[in-house]
Each structure stands twice: as structure tokens, then as C-alpha cells.
């Protein structure tokens, strides 16, 4: 069996490798390639393409982008032409995988779209072209399932990774340990992003906000979490701070019993909330998104 699995951006990455890894207990000879990034790497997944060349977001970056992402589309479908897979995933990154998806869909590929686009909060008018990009939703919040039912969807709840993630891992015990917290000592993680562009854009902030931290409050424990696609050199000037740095990808990674959290807005906002962490959420879009925005 050949499977087409694609992610852009480090949370798809994660759930998609788990996604395979449960699969692959299940058929252990099945074949996964796809746009991929460091987490379904390590899970066998032949990348065809690399997540980082798509993993842009806004209206100007993604813009300027746009040949190189056509170029990714068309080398993908190009590869699914000569090598056929059975059934394609297509892990969040709607941006993108609605247009991927119409076309492997025209090829005669069944689509399957892992996470669904938040078309309830925003956006409402790209049900059709999500109609046509996919032959079924695996939905991760409860409600979906009905809300996309009602217009026509299928859609089938299987459960919410970040909740699973988050429900195991480290103790505040192990954390404090894993970062060398005195018991007392306050622990506050910053959050960049895991988008290399995120990081550029908010990282002179968190290291301001690290510094106020390092003023302003007795003896803080500091702690950076990194996703796989981002380089620690992105992340020096944190470190250099005092922040400690910590891989996402280490196993029992968990931010439970954190004092409190300043995290760039995306998948860490359910993640902090399901750990219980009071949080400040922060996000630094380029000039032409935050004018479009407004409007």
C-alpha cells in the first residue's frame, strides 16, 4: 500500500508522524511519501518535498513565494503521476492543500483531509473549494462532524492529537528537572513560532519580554521550546539571555506546570491551555497582512 502524506508547517509535521507511526503498527509495509518535514522524516516518510519550502504565512510573504509553491505543487503531482499512491493524507495547511487536493482528486486519488480548516470561525466561503479538494474530513474537535454534515460534508471525529499530546509527557516535577528549576523558581516559557519568518518577526519581542522577565522578577526560570525545523542559531539571542532551549521533539516534551507563558498565536494556544498555563498571546503580522486584516 502506498500512502501520499502531506504537512506544512511544524504541528502538521507532528501530528502526521504520528499518524504514520500508528498506521505503520498496523501495515507494517506500508509505503509513505510526500511534503514532509523533520518528525515524518524520522518515521520513514520518503520526502518528495521538503515542509520548509512552503512553511510561508501572510498575504506579501506568501506573494512573493507563490512560483516556488507552485513549483512544489507541480513536482508533486508530477511524482503521484509515476508513482500512484492508493489514498493521499492531507494534514492541515489549507492554504495550499485545498488546491493540491482538487487536483490528485482530478487524477482519481482519493483525498483524505487530516484537521479541516476552521471554517466555522472564518472563511465560510471556501466551502466549496473545500468541497472539492477532498473525499472525506478527519476531524479533530467534536462539533465538526455535524456543523460540516449539515452542508453536505463528510466528516468523521477521531480525536484531538494535541489532546492526547498533552495528557502524557513530563510532570512539573520532570520539567523543573529537565531545566534545571530550583523548586521555588518561577518557570516562564516564551513561545516563537515554528515558522523561520515567525521567529525573524517576533524574536527581537521575546527577547525584550526576557529581559523585562530577567529585571523585574526574582530569579525566573526561562525556557524556549524549538521545533525540528528551526535551527538553534535562530534562537541564540534568547539563549544568551539565560533562556534555556528545549527540542519539541524530545520525548515527553510537556510545558504542565509552567508558571505562566508569552507564546506567538497558533497550535501552542490549545496546546498552553490544555496544560493549564496562564498565557499572553502575541502576533506580528507584515504591514500589508495587519492592513487587510483591519479591513
Not at 14 to 22: D, E, G, N, P, T
Not at 203 to 208: A, F, I, N, Q, S
Not at 238 to 263: K, N, Q, T, W, Y
Request: proline share 6%; aromatic share 6%; hydrophobic share 45%.
Amino acid at each position: 500500500m502506498k500512502i501520499f502524506v502531506s504537512a506544512g508547517e511544524a504541528s502538521g509535521d507532528a501530528h502526521a508522524a504520528s499518524l504514520v507511526r500508528r498506521l505503520r503498527a498496523v501495515i507494517p509495509h506500508v509505503q509513505v511519501y510526500g511534503i514532509s518535514g523533520p518528525s515524518l522524516r524520522e518515521q520513514g516518510c520518503v520526502a518528495v518535498e521538503h515542509m520548509e519550502s512552503l512553511n510561508v504565512m501572510g498575504i506579501s510573504e506568501v506573494l512573493r513565494s507563490l512560483p516556488r509553491i507552485r513549483r512544489v505543487k507541480q513536482h508533486i503531482l508530477n511524482h503521484c503521476t509515476r508513482n500512484r499512491p492508493d489514498v493521499a493524507v492531507l494534514v492541515d495547511f489549507p492554504g495550499f492543500h485545498m488546491q493540491l487536493g482538487a487536483s490528485l482528486r482530478g487524477m482519481g486519488i482519493p483525498v483524505i483531509q487530516y484537521i479541516a480548516p476552521k471554517l466555522w470561525a472564518w472563511g465560510a466561503w471556501r466551502l466549496r473549494r473545500l468541497r472539492r479538494s477532498q473525499d472525506r474530513i478527519a476531524s479533530i474537535l467534536p462539533f465538526e462532524e455535524q456543523w460540516f454534515a449539515a452542508r453536505g460534508l463528510k466528516a468523521t471525529y477521531v480525536g484531538n492529537p494535541s489532546a492526547y499530546a498533552c495528557a502524557t509527557g513530563w510532570t512539573p516535577e520532570q520539567l523543573r528537572q529537565r531545566v534545571d528549576a530550583e523548586q521555588e523558581q518561577p518557570v516562564v516559557a516564551l513561545l516563537p513560532g515554528s515558522r523561520p519568518q515567525e521567529i525573524a518577526r517576533h524574536r527581537g519581542l521575546l527577547e525584550d519580554v526576557a529581559a523585562l522577565l530577567q529585571q523585574r522578577t526574582d530569579n525566573p526560570r526561562i525556557i524556549v521550546p524549538r521545533a525540528g525545523n528551526i535551527a538553534p542559531e535562530q534562537l541564540a539571542g534568547l539563549s544568551s539571555l539565560g533562556a534555556c532551549i528545549v527540542d519539541r521533539m524530545e520525548p515527553g516534551f510537556s510545558l504542565r506546570g509552567v508558571d505562566a507563558a508569552v507564546a506567538v498565536s497558533g497550535t501552542a494556544t490549545l496546546e498552553l491551555a490544555l496544560w493549564g498555563v496562564p498565557t499572553v498571546l502575541v502576533y506580528r503580522a507584515s504591514p500589508l497582512t495587519a492592513l487587510m486584516a483591519r479591513r
